[in-house]
């Protein structure tokens, strides 16, 4: 993500720690997380600065920035990401420590942090459900839906152990984040952090935070729902084994299961029933869930060309033994058992002199026909397909 920043800011001698803070209007609590974030430097004896990253400001919080002996970043980007990355790429510190500028955390007390940095850590989360939330601090629905579900499904999809996906207050080398490549402009740019960390295996860390309700008046800049989808989508989109490829196998083996217990025949579960309407359906499943795990594979290769994941050997060594020529062979056989199976059907009609027929026998040949038909253009289709996606990895 290029952040467009002043060049006049960017500065060239080096130094051990970057205290850094996003800004957009924070006129009311800056000038105390300045404060308090010059006091841990000093009584720290740490050679570092103290960098806000201004997305935009019009309440007075540049001056006031300056004022308290701060570094100025100006991002024209807009977002909380853009903001971020802007003070980042501007940052002479070997490690960054970020945070909100609402007071929210303590500048004063980022000892652990830097412990932990100093350990070895690439990246050093804040868990504010060990630390504490203050009364306030966190809204209802945040504290107990939205952080927890979100913060497990992340720990889910990408086997992480970080309790507290979301914390503002984190430190980090500032090469090893750099690396990275982050993308994402908004909210959800903490959300990545986490996620390429992880999956590119950097060292990752936590120590306990406290929350403290901010000192703003006006409203936050977090929207609760829209927010909470940004974070729930990247998650989805970063992990295509789970969007794709689990649901995906789950729905095919559910289909294919039923599919072949209803081929023979209707099977009478107590006083149900079950025939050719539910042959037909568990068949859709079938079809559906084969296009779901296709659609992994593609979004697999495309996000490792765009640099949005990182390779897997074991979904790589698959591609490569499927290959394209194989994945023709097995879309045409299928096809051409689509063909018998239909063939069958017309066998059977014609026995019938091409006139009424039994559904329920009839469509028990009509139906595998259509399946085989559909998956194997799918899979025909998809080989081409994953044949052009996969030039670039070559």
Known sequence: MASKNDPSTVF???????????????????????????????????????????????????????????????????????????????????????????????????????????????????????????????????????????????????????????????????????????????????????????????KIGEVPTILYPDGRTRPPHLRTWSDGWRHLRFLLLYSPRWLFFYPGLALTTLGAFISALLLP????????????????????????????????LFTYIFGVNADLLPRDALTEKFIERIGLEKGILLGVGMILLGFASSFGALLYWKQNLFGPIDPTLSMRLVIPGAVLFAVGFQILFASFFLGILNTKLK
């Open 12 to 202: 060239a001698e080096k130094c051990r720690l970057s205290i850094l803070m996003p800004c957009l209007n924070e006129a009311e609590t800056l000038e105390a997380c300045i404060r308090k974030a010059d006091g841990f430097l000093k009584t720290s004896r740490i050679e570092g600065e103290i960098i806000v990253a201004d997305n935009g400001s019009t309440d007075g919080s540049i001056e006031i920035a300056k004022n308290a002996g701060a570094k100025i970043i100006h991002v024209t980007e807009k977002g909380y990401g853009s903001a971020l990355m802007g003070g980042i790429q501007a940052a002479r510190g070997e490690w960054i420590v970020m945070g909100d500028a609402d007071d929210s955390y303590d500048f004063s007390a980022l000892g652990p942090f830097v412990e932990a940095l100093a350990a070895g850590h690439d990246l050093v989360m804040g868990n504010r459900f060990v630390g504490g939330i203050r009364p306030g601090a966190m809204p209802f629905l945040h504290r107990y839906l939205g952080n927890p579900v979100l913060s497990w499904l992340a720990r889910l999809f990408f086997r992480s152990n970080i309790g507290d996906f979301h914390c503002g207050l984190r430190g980090f080398r500032r090469e090893a984040i750099l690396s990275l490549n982050l993308q994402t402009t908004g909210m959800e740019f903490a959300s990545e952090m986490i996620v390429k960390a992880t999956l590119r295996g950097l």
């Open 265 to 296: 025949g209707p099977r009478a579960i107590g006083n149900v029933v079950l025939d050719i309407n539910t042959l037909m359906y568990a068949s859709l499943l079938t079809i559906v869930g084969i296009q779901a795990v296709l659609f992994s």
